[in-house]
């Protein structure tokens, strides 16, 4: 038996074409997705691991008991696209069973499958991460499972089908036979995404879905696919809609409008508020500290991108931070923090402006609407828990939450904490069929993932109101422009200064603020939310549709990451503008500049495996794009800082007008008056809208050991948020006196 194993494997080595090694490759890759070592932090591999939820929802007997989980399903769906990939590229050819006579030349195949199968239920999985009790024995039972669904699958293709003989007439025979896994394939599709439950079933239906369309359509003689191809394009663009994807909050009445003409503009310009008016109105209730002549402490916010890890990181930061400010510690019922725990007194209500990208600006979202209620009495709870609390209501439906214009989906019977990608992958797999779609398409992830933001979905107009009386933080989102590599600032402040910095003749020509080109999403009722442009903010293709604005000539918008995603550039071009400088100078005792980074500047010492070099000639082109990108902002927000701190000296100079100079000149006091303070997650996560149990663990004891009282940056900011500020020199005698 053992010499008839090797002979076959010697002659199925033999047989080997570019499409068995092409199979092999992509089951590889696949290996390397799920175990997190191929494209790290993207996160998908995610979906594959089994979290304390699952495991406690088996223990406790729930209904579907293993089929919950997602370690038993990616290794028994796993185990069927390796089955079906390998039957398509011939290493696995029908019959399923050895012939009575012994082992004969299929049977290594399945060999390699059975080795396959095993291997995944082993090793499957983010390496380093430890196992749920009994997860070990729901993989092997995956595998088993696997193995024999596969069986079923290739005795049912050797079946003889009805109609098999008529398709013959029409198609070659090798387009006939890859039509039934094809077949096969589609209904397995349909039946997973309308039952099955975990994500990672939706993911493999779908792999397995498109395995066999290639294959079929590989088989298919040239000429019907160039047909069909051709008809698809004249429908397509005699069809097909300027603006497929439509913007919740815009009216379709707005589609379509000019920009760069002056007159929208003009329209919406009347519903925005002076950035400085702003800090007047907050000044009153602002925080001052003890002594005479005392001026409150101006803080900016800036909020770096990075899905769930920044949007967790932000959120445990300043958490944190609220542990040392008494007042806001007692609204939201946190316990003090170890230590100085009266130090920051006053500091969260003094955030003010709130600028930067993705998920961290999610967490900034939060914060500022849990101000909002602080200010007005209402009850409060810490911004870890309000938006955890979202997710999972989502996913529960405990009070239904629907996406813009989509019906709510169904309750899950395993809710997971912190996982939006999963909803959002299962609406990936619906929006794939959209790829050829003409007309407007109303319902997308990208709705799917916004909905779960619930505390989020007010219209901006229902905000105004608070931000001009000074009660709540004003938010600065900033998706970028695809055509211009500048910013679409969607606030409810003016930002006409900020948007100089783009184009000093003609702002409108490169970057664009949403309310003055369509004043109509700024409507009380039904107009754009915030959760809406949060995740306009978060457009990283692919896991979010990239959306048109409804305007002539297009503005396509993509995450705000691309051009700034640290919120620097924002923050900085606030502080500058010359109301804000002006205000500040004659009103503050000084400004905070909190960097929240869900990254260091930095990575590590490089770790790759043997395998993650062998791939290098793949990977590193891409690493090298996205590491020039952080390390061109990182200069970037440096300098603009830099230029902020003499900027903001200058201007002390101007307001002390015949003064003598402080110690150190006036650029010194420029530094002095204008504090940065970061606070950078090092740790290890994946970058996505998943958070692991193991992930949010570190990145909350990170956060508590960053925002402890001894931690290098929060002494730093104690001793500038109790000094008051630096000693600016009073205004010497006028000008002949």
Known sequence: MGAGILEGAWALAVRLDPGHVAALAALALTVLVMRGQLGHGIGMHEIFREQRAHADAIAGGARWGVLLSPAFSSVTLFTLWAGVLLHLSGVLPPPALPPPGGWSVPAPGWIVLALLALAMARWGGAPGLGRKPGERRRRLLGAAAGLVVMLAVSWLLGLGWPGEAAAARWLPGAAVAAGKPLILALAGLVVTVRYWTQTCAAWFMLLIFLTALVAWLAALPFGPPVVLAAAAGIVLSWRLTAFRYR????????????????????????????????????????????????????????????????????????????????????????????????????????????????????????????????????????????????????????????????????????????????????RLVRDLGHILWPFPVEADRGRVLEAQWRTLMRPFALLREEEERGLRPSLLFSPMLVESGAPLFISNLDLADIRRHYATEDIDTHSAELFRVLPAAHHPADGMTVATAARLSATFPYVSPAVSLPTRPHRRVVDAGYYDNYGIDAATGLLNGADVRDWVVRNCGGVVVIAVRAFPDTSPADQTGPVGRLLWWLTSPLQGMFAARASSQTFRNRELLRLTRELYGLALQEAAAGAPPPPGGWRQLGRDFVEVVTFTCSERASMSWHVSDEDFARIAAAARAATAAGAPDMKRLAAFWQSGGPAVPAPGPAPGR
Not at 273 to 281: I, R
Not at 288 to 294: K, N, Q, T
Not at 370 to 377: E, L, M
Request: glycine residues 10%; proline residues 10%.
């Open 247 to 426: 913007i919740p909050g815009i009216p379709a009445a707005s589609y379509d409008t000019p920009i760069g003409t002056g007159a929208p503009e003009a329209a919406g310009a009347a519903n925005l508020l002076a950035p400085a008016s702003v800090l007047a109105a907050w000044k009153p209730r602002a925080a001052v500290p003890a002594g005479e002549g005392g001026k409150p402490r101006l803080v900016v916010l800036a909020v770096s991108g990075g899905a769930y890890r920044a949007s967790f990181w932000t959120a445990a930061v300043l958490d944190g931070l609220a542990r040392h400010d008494p007042r806001h510690r007692r609204a939201t019922g946190q316990d003090a923090a170890e230590g100085d725990t009266d130090a920051l007194d006053g500091l969260t209500d003094s955030i003010r402006f709130i600028a930067g990208a993705s998920g961290g600006m999610v967490a900034g979202a939060y914060l500022a609407e849990q101000s909002a209620r602080v200010a007005a009495g209402a009850g409060a709870r810490p911004l870890v828990e309000l938006l955890s609390d979202d997710i999972l209501a989502y996913q529960t439906q405990s009070s239904q939450v629907a996406p813009p214009s989509m019906p709510a989906p169904r309750p899950r019977p395993v809710p997971v904490p912190r996982d939006s990608l999963s909803a959002v992958a299962w």
